[in-house]
């Protein structure tokens, strides 16, 4: 198998990781516990599920047989990926991984919890965890996933072998869409730019004409924001945008997973489903309704860091540091509105959406955080 084939293969940028991983497999004897980190649009949850999918295959990663398959759709009987909508994990979330820890692969090499968002556990679920990764059952890997080391207790990573991704160049995230998704060079460049490398964003905002002009309509938001009721009518406006847009991106996810489930089970993709797999479906089903409420979290945090980006544009121009333009194609209107602040003003809206962000994530109600903010961002005084 070549270097960049297989389930590692849209693993871009991150080729030290793809060597760490593959040995690791190639061992046959890898560590039962393992914390992958890297910020969000690296490809944590990616990883784990590839590193996931290669311990299980007797090609070391195939993408194409039985196992493989089952792994990229979720269905795989060895493979858990839980995820939680909550701010954090709760305690019985956990014991129940315990216990399902404890079960034999049914038949496949190794049982694989590939655990998301491991920094949203509290300090009593981690000691609950501690234990079971300790001294697992000797089948089992428990694969952590957070933004950074720092972001788990010490206990926990002590105990682990870290992966640690970064986020990929922007030629070479575009790189992949043009080659995988069929992009025109440019289309690529423009989407992988817009989205901060991030690559499943970047694949959205170029496949989905609406997503995209809810992202341009986001980012122009501020640029025409002259008053307090004008900051309300804004913010109104960008919450509502965020929800529109986790729903579509939450249903478009449900349809590509059916559709992956239907390979993985070999059923045509208008075949009736039978009886004895509706189950399967139906957790499908079950594990999107639990996902809606975390996704408009989401869709306003990278609301959000579409904004910060728009700031950070500004206070490029106003320090004339010559460095590319993330929102290039709105370098008029950004020079427009760099002429209304000064680059301590600048700054002070970057705080604010700092600020905004972890509002969010503590389940501020997000028609006040996103208030707030606007009035933030309201230009107070022209000067240059
Ligand atoms: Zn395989």
Not at 238 to 244: D, S, Y
Not at 350 to 357: C, H, Q
């Amino acid at each position: 198998m070549s270097a960049g084939a297989g389930v590692f293969a849209e693993l871009v940028g991150q080729s030290a990781v793809v060597e760490q991983l593959r040995t690791a497999v190639a061992s046959g004897a890898p560590t039962h516990a393992w914390l992958f980190t890297g910020p969000p649009g690296s490809g944590r949850s990616n990883a784990a599920r590839a590193f996931a999918a290669a311990l299980n295959c007797d090609q070391g990663g195939c993408g194409a047989c039985q196992s493989c398959r089952m792994v990229a759709a979720g269905a795989h009987p060895a493979v858990q990926l839980v995820s939680t909508e909550n701010v954090s994990y709760r305690i019985d979330d956990v014991r129940e991984l315990i216990t399902t820890a404890q079960d034999r692969p049914q038949g496949f090499r190794w049982r694989v919890i590939v655990m998301e968002d491991a920094d949203r556990m509290t300090e009593r679920a981690t000691n609950v965890l501690l234990k079971s990764i300790e001294e697992p059952p000797p089948q089992t890997i428990w694969v952590l996933c957070a933004p950074s080391p720092a972001d788990v207790l010490v206990t926990i990573r002590s105990r682990c072998r870290a992966v640690s991704l970064r986020i990929p160049p922007t030629e070479e995230v575009a790189r992949l869409l043009a080659e995988r998704d069929g992009l025109s060079a440019q289309e690529a460049e423009f989407s992988a730019r817009i989205s901060q490398n991030h690559i499943g964003v970047a694949r959205r905002l170029a496949s989905d004409p609406q997503a995209r002009q809810r992202r341009e309509q986001t980012v122009s938001l501020p640029l025409k924001v002259r008053s307090a009721s004008g900051a309300v009518l804004a913010a109104a406006e960008l919450v509502t945008m965020a929800q529109a847009d986790a729903e579509s991106e939450s249903s478009a996810r449900l349809e590509q997973e059916q559709a992956a489930l239907r390979r993985s089970l070999g059923l045509e993709p208008e075949e009736k489903v039978p009886a004895k797999l509706r189950t399967q479906f139906k957790r499908l089903e079950d594990e999107a309704t639990r996902r809606a409420k975390r996704a408009v979290t989401d869709s306003l945090d990278r609301t959000l860091i579409d904004l910060t980006a728009v700031y950070r544009d500004v206070l490029s121009i106003k320090l004339g540091t010559g460095a590319p333009l993330i929102n290039q194609h709105l370098a008029s209107q950004l020079a427009e509105l760099a002429e209304t602040l000064s680059p301590e003003q600048s700054l002070a809206c970057l705080d604010a959406l700092s600020t905004a962000r972890i509002r969010i994530t503590q389940n501020v109600p997000p028609a006040l955080a996103i208030e707030a903010l606007m009035m933030q961002l309201i230009p107070r005084t022209r000067r240059g």
